[in-house]
Protein backbone atom coordinates (compact mmCIF):
# COMPACT_ATOMS: atom_id res chain seq x y z
CA UNK A 1 0.00 0.00 0.00
CA UNK A 2 1.29 3.34 -0.55
CA UNK A 3 0.45 6.20 1.57
CA UNK A 4 0.36 9.85 0.89
CA UNK A 5 0.12 12.59 3.44
CA UNK A 6 -0.99 16.14 3.26
CA UNK A 7 -2.52 18.91 4.92
CA UNK A 8 0.37 20.48 7.20
CA UNK A 9 1.27 23.98 7.52
CA UNK A 10 1.97 27.16 9.44
CA UNK A 11 -0.49 28.08 12.00
CA UNK A 12 -0.41 30.02 15.13
CA UNK A 13 -0.47 28.28 18.53
CA UNK A 14 -3.67 27.47 19.50
CA UNK A 15 -4.83 27.02 15.96
CA UNK A 16 -6.05 23.88 14.02
CA UNK A 17 -5.46 21.84 11.18
CA UNK A 18 -6.27 18.66 9.63
CA UNK A 19 -3.96 16.27 8.00
CA UNK A 20 -5.05 13.90 5.89
CA UNK A 21 -3.47 10.31 4.51
CA UNK A 22 -4.64 8.54 1.02
CA UNK A 23 -3.79 5.18 0.56
CA UNK A 24 -4.06 3.33 -2.50
CA UNK A 25 -4.79 -0.02 -3.30
CA UNK A 26 -8.14 -2.17 -2.60
CA UNK A 27 -6.81 -3.57 1.09
CA UNK A 28 -6.86 -0.12 3.08
CA UNK A 29 -9.81 -1.42 5.12
CA UNK A 30 -7.86 -3.94 6.49
CA UNK A 31 -4.99 -2.11 7.82
CA UNK A 32 -4.02 -0.35 11.42
CA UNK A 33 -3.28 3.21 10.63
CA UNK A 34 -1.12 5.11 12.49
CA UNK A 35 0.30 9.07 12.97
CA UNK A 36 4.31 9.72 14.13
CA UNK A 37 5.78 12.68 14.00
CA UNK A 38 9.54 13.66 14.11
CA UNK A 39 10.17 17.33 15.67
CA UNK A 40 14.04 18.52 14.40
CA UNK A 41 16.56 17.09 16.39
CA UNK A 42 14.36 14.38 18.37
CA UNK A 43 13.31 10.77 17.37
CA UNK A 44 10.04 9.72 15.70
CA UNK A 45 7.30 9.36 18.66
CA UNK A 46 4.24 8.07 18.20
CA UNK A 47 1.22 10.03 17.97
CA UNK A 48 -2.10 8.01 17.76
CA UNK A 49 -3.34 4.85 15.89
CA UNK A 50 -6.79 3.01 14.70
CA UNK A 51 -8.13 -0.03 14.27
CA UNK A 52 -9.18 -0.96 11.05
CA UNK A 53 -12.26 -0.94 12.05
CA UNK A 54 -12.30 2.52 13.87
CA UNK A 55 -13.10 0.73 17.23
CA UNK A 56 -10.19 1.24 19.12
CA UNK A 57 -7.67 4.53 19.17
CA UNK A 58 -4.94 5.24 21.61
CA UNK A 59 -3.10 8.50 21.46
CA UNK A 60 0.19 9.79 23.20
CA UNK A 61 0.16 11.66 26.33
CA UNK A 62 1.09 14.87 24.69
CA UNK A 63 -1.91 15.07 22.21
CA UNK A 64 -4.96 13.29 24.67
CA UNK A 65 -7.97 15.77 24.18
CA UNK A 66 -6.23 17.96 21.70
CA UNK A 67 -6.02 15.27 18.34
CA UNK A 68 -8.53 13.47 16.78
CA UNK A 69 -7.39 10.24 14.51
CA UNK A 70 -10.40 9.09 12.63
CA UNK A 71 -10.89 7.20 8.79
CA UNK A 72 -13.23 6.89 6.25
CA UNK A 73 -12.81 3.48 4.66
CA UNK A 74 -14.50 3.99 1.81
CA UNK A 75 -12.18 6.70 0.57
CA UNK A 76 -8.99 5.08 1.54
CA UNK A 77 -8.13 8.38 3.98
CA UNK A 78 -7.27 8.71 7.68
CA UNK A 79 -7.74 11.78 8.89
CA UNK A 80 -5.77 13.47 11.97
CA UNK A 81 -7.71 16.64 13.61
CA UNK A 82 -5.26 18.75 15.85
CA UNK A 83 -6.54 21.54 18.05
CA UNK A 84 -5.19 23.67 20.52
CA UNK A 85 -2.00 23.16 18.56
CA UNK A 86 1.02 23.77 20.57
CA UNK A 87 4.92 25.27 19.42
CA UNK A 88 5.99 21.85 20.41
CA UNK A 89 4.07 20.01 17.85
CA UNK A 90 5.87 21.23 15.54
CA UNK A 91 7.45 18.28 13.24
CA UNK A 92 6.86 16.44 10.08
CA UNK A 93 3.97 14.21 10.64
CA UNK A 94 4.35 10.66 8.63
CA UNK A 95 1.12 8.29 8.29
CA UNK A 96 1.70 4.67 8.55
CA UNK A 97 0.04 1.34 7.72
CA UNK A 98 0.37 -2.14 9.86
CA UNK A 99 -1.34 -5.07 11.46
CA UNK A 100 -1.59 -3.91 14.73
CA UNK A 101 -2.88 -1.53 17.28
CA UNK A 102 1.25 -0.74 18.58
CA UNK A 103 2.45 2.75 18.91
CA UNK A 104 5.77 1.71 17.81
CA UNK A 105 6.73 2.50 14.35
CA UNK A 106 8.62 -1.15 13.75
CA UNK A 107 5.11 -2.50 14.20
CA UNK A 108 4.42 -0.61 11.00
CA UNK A 109 5.15 -1.79 7.30
CA UNK A 110 4.02 1.23 4.97
CA UNK A 111 4.76 5.04 5.83
CA UNK A 112 3.68 8.05 4.09
CA UNK A 113 6.36 11.11 2.75
CA UNK A 114 5.51 13.01 5.58
CA UNK A 115 4.09 16.82 6.05
CA UNK A 116 5.21 19.47 8.10
CA UNK A 117 3.06 20.92 10.81
CA UNK A 118 4.90 24.18 12.31
CA UNK A 119 3.09 25.70 14.99
CA UNK A 120 4.32 29.69 15.88
CA UNK A 121 3.93 31.43 19.44
Known amino acids: VQLQASGGGLVQAGGSLRLSCLAS????????MGWFRQAPGKEREFVTV????????KYADSVKGRFTISRDNAKNTVYLQMNSLKPEDTAIYYC???????????????WGQGTQVTVSS
Open 25 to 32: GRTFSSYV
Open 96 to 110: AAGPFVGVADYEFDY
Open 50 to 57: ISSNAYRK
